[in-house]
């Protein structure tokens, strides 16, 4: 059962922009950095964004994260049906002693 | 470039033991200020973390998992190793291994990069 919660599914038209939201409590989000990853299908999920908003090289700036209390977001603009994947947050969570992912979230491009 | 790859038996019986390997590729397991780590995925379903191991042997668990799993490295072989005792159908799934990083104190965790995974099946 996971401790961070994201929705289940979004969806938007091409070009447009989606949102994604990942909600943690004070052991996780809120005192550790969020990374955000990004599984298309039948493959292994990638990195996305790490350090709450950092982006390793080779990822466009249409993907953005920031964070806020005890929750982070994940922000896609000028949506591509290339970005049709699942997307999940993670972080590292203090009463765990262990990373601790979201429950992923769906996005369809229309 | 950092690369890992998972290796072992697709399919085990219920009740035996699951054992992967992780291969590393293009930086030395001991270097760094890496931690290596499994994850799982059973299908259609969401990421779990199973654990992570230093170089030096060192290692978290999964609160959940952690009463059935090992996970252990060979320095010198620049590979790390699960087993996962006692299985049932519910640990079929697929398994991953990828580099946990965390620079230095004040940074992060993520995990980067990750293998292309590998199916366990539990069955008779």
């Known amino acids: 059962q996971s401790v961070l919660t994201q929705p289940p599914s979004v969806s938007a038209a091409p070009g447009q922009r989606v949102t994604i939201s990942c909600s943690g409590s004070s052991f996780n989000i809120g005192n550790n950095y969020v990374s955000w990853y990004q599984q298309l299908p039948g493959t292994a999920p990638k990195v996305l964004i790490y350090?709450?908003?950092r982006r390793p090289s080779g990822i466009p700036d249409r993907f953005s994260g920031s964070k806020f209390g005890t929750s982070a977001t994940l922000g896609i603009t000028g949506l591509q049906t290339g970005d049709e994947a699942d997307y999940y947050c993670g972080t590292w969570d203090s009463s765990l002693s262990g990373y601790v992912f979201g429950t992923g979230t769906k996005v369809t491009v229309l | 470039q950092v690369q890992l790859q998972e290796s072992g038996p697709g399919l085990v019986k219920p009740s035996q033991t699951l054992s992967l390997t992780c291969s590393v590729s293009?930086?030395?397991?001991?270097?760094?200020?890496?931690?290596w780590s499994w994850i799982r995925q059973p299908a259609g379903k969401g990421l779990e973390w199973i654990g992570r191991?230093?170089?030096?042997?060192?290692?978290n668990y999964n609160p959940s998992l952690k009463s059935r799993v090992t996970i252990s490295v060979d320095t010198s072989k620049n590979q790390f190793s699960l087993r996962l005792r006692s299985v049932t159908a519910t640990d079929t799934a697929v398994y991953y291994c990828?580099?946990?990083?965390?620079?230095?104190?004040?940074?992060?965790?993520?995990?980067?990069?990750w293998g292309q995974g590998t199916l366990v099946t539990v069955s008779s």
């Open positions: 191991i230093y170089s030096s042997g060192t290692t």
């Open positions: 990828a580099r946990l990083l965390h620079p230095d104190i004040s940074a992060g965790w993520w995990l980067d990069p």
């Open positions: 350090d709450n908003d």
């Open positions: 293009g930086v030395s397991i001991s270097s760094g200020s890496y931690y």
